[in-house]
């Protein structure tokens, strides 16, 4: 079809999108083994293989693409979905096998960046001093190093995708282990690797194997020395985590949210807030001891010494009319970008009731149904996003400024076309790594609008 | 029908139930305008108005009932719910009305105790120091005492229903004056009521009345000295709080939970963490301050300053057969009690990965689907209860003994019967109050099986 010479990337994801409209099973499965990334691809118009398969009607390959954890939510030009496509080329089996699966989160949304759990936590380890040393000094113990609460990466340019990506970089016992003798320096245990190593590692006898453990390493060392420790080139320590910090693969975000989290705490959380003393590390850097024997934190049920975690609502407000959604700007974000409406949760408040009280201080708008979506750690410094949908029962807006400078109601045509079509100057969406961009792709997706 | 006198409150349950028998929707609505409480009381094996109403295809009566708010979780004797009785009685229109509300929570569930949103937070107002000081002196202010974290309430024997019920004791502002201008003494703002006088109060000018605020006086002053100031009778500080604070009113429920989670925080968190400093009291209460000029937390975004709030999540972990579900029992539960297993949520873990981990952890159960269903404010200390539906993927049971003692399979018949005919010496659950019971109550009635 093309009248001009495709590139091997651009002719791999063609001869996808055309197994799809096909239905040529055996040839996708064999593709997407190779390239996994595949998957999402999308073609002419916007069109994805799940698109073309429905659009054809071919029931296995929309089976296939699901099972493989594609997303359902993208639309192609003309702003519909693959149900929506399903449906209007008569193929009910097909719109019903898209829907049906929409009842659990986990089949609309994308998995949520910083969500990814590549580590077993084994929390169980943490009060075992002699398996933990053992583990430390292990030589196939992965250590990562933190500066100023922020990991070490190495910048990789992706030729293929022309995606830039950072990489954790990674560091053995021997590398480190003057840094974590060190009495300032803070010890993470992360857990140990999920998977299992493939049959063909023959060296590796049956049993025999343990899976690495993972260590951050908090250090306040000099970041330039620290970073000549390193063997990889392109290193360097992100200085603006908001921006910087969403740049990893989805295993990779996963860990640095949970050793980025503590090491936040930690830095904010080195004394005693019962009585103002001195406090050490114990179970794997999860929890701190006072070094007061007299404090009564040392006594009965208290949270003091164990990492903080903040819960935090946001909510994509929609319009009684089901046909427009309320976002809001704060001063601080680039020119055009709205987001939705967020807030910390109250002591003695319900998610629902925090919902509705955020939206009613930040913009005057009254909210009546609350529905739950989805959650996301976001660990700048220590959050957990508690994301949801909320329909409006008023729609006058009156901002309260000391929260945000703007809030407006956008139509589902102006939503779905920035969605699609990128930045415009009138509105940009938060990046797609952020719970608000998949709350307002999923407000599309589950009421296209043909 | 009764063979024997009746009392005056059996009297009025009868009208009550009657009416929703021959759906006399006049009378019905005459009667719970006086006597709101009739709404879910139980006649003869366990019927409420709405199953009765259900029952005799009385669809005006059953719409009005749940608009007044009616649970429709109970089952009677024979564990069908109003639900199951509108299906069995070939009352689609009936049926159909009762399912619709599923979809919101609160259609389901009844609210949860100490989540009634009574005042109106009015958070803007916390750092308007002049308008807190002219609520301070104000004679309509209402002032609670806590000593030691636990509200001075006043237990009242009600008659009528048997049971018993504390009540927060009131003070005004000469009554505690000289408390809250020492030093120690912490003073927390918590709203101002947001019901607006009746027109029946003709000495109040319209627009000129001012809804009371209210503040929580916490202060370590000797607990006997406190229990003189009162006017009112049997007055104490209850001194367990995990059963001593679920007798109040929902109204006063929900007070004591925001109140009482941030009097905890301050007992625990009166020193600086990120320096060990003094702190001092800011926002009404809502924030604490380093009063060190140089410390690092006066800079900067952190979370050091406001109260804390520790989100757990709470699990219905359902077998895969669908009809048996998982409890687990602590070494400290009274004889025979079984509850959802819990526990805190983790630095860069979501809701569902949590609700996995835990499970897993706890019972040696793998979990798949994950559903969030409710949420609860818990002020012991100050957690955020998050309950969740999950489905097992595996069924055999191995217990991690630090955590829980006990972890057992109950059949849906096993769970109803306790429900519904109280303790028996094998099967207590948690009280009504707790998110555990509810999320119980959820299950048995989402799946009634006839």
Redesign the interface.
Known sequence: MASFPLSAKEEIVERFLDAAVRGDLPQLRMLLTHTPSLINQTGYSGWTALMLAARNGHYNVVEALLSHGCDKLPVNSSLQTAYDIAKFWGHSHISNLLAQTDN???GVLPE?Y??R?TLD?Q??KRTDKAWLEAQQSDPNTVYLLFSNVNPMVSRCEEDKSSEVLDKLCRFRYDEVKDLIQKPKTKLIFLGVEKKKPSSSCSQVQEGSWEPPAWFAVGTDEDATELLKRCRENNCFFPESPNRNLLKFSEEEA?IV??????LV?HD???????????TSLEEGGHKRRCLNSECR?LKG????C??????VVIMLVVHPDRNQCLLGRKKSFPVGMFSCLAG??????????AVR?EVE?ESGVKVG?V??I????W?M??N?M?GCLAIATSTNIKV?Q?EIEEARWFTRQQIAESLHRGANPALMLPPSQTIAHQLIRYWICKNANL
């Open positions: 659990s989160c986990s949520l910083f969500s759990e936590r929390s169980d996963g949210a949970h050793a980025r989290s503590v705490w904010r959380y080195s004394f005693c807030s019962t009585c103002g003393s001195g934190s049920v208290h949270n003091t164990y990492p903080r975690v903040d819960p910390f949760i109250e002591p003695g408040e319900a998610i629902e009731d009280r201080e149904l529905r739950y989805c959650s996301q750690p660990p410094p220590s957990l508690i309260d000391n």
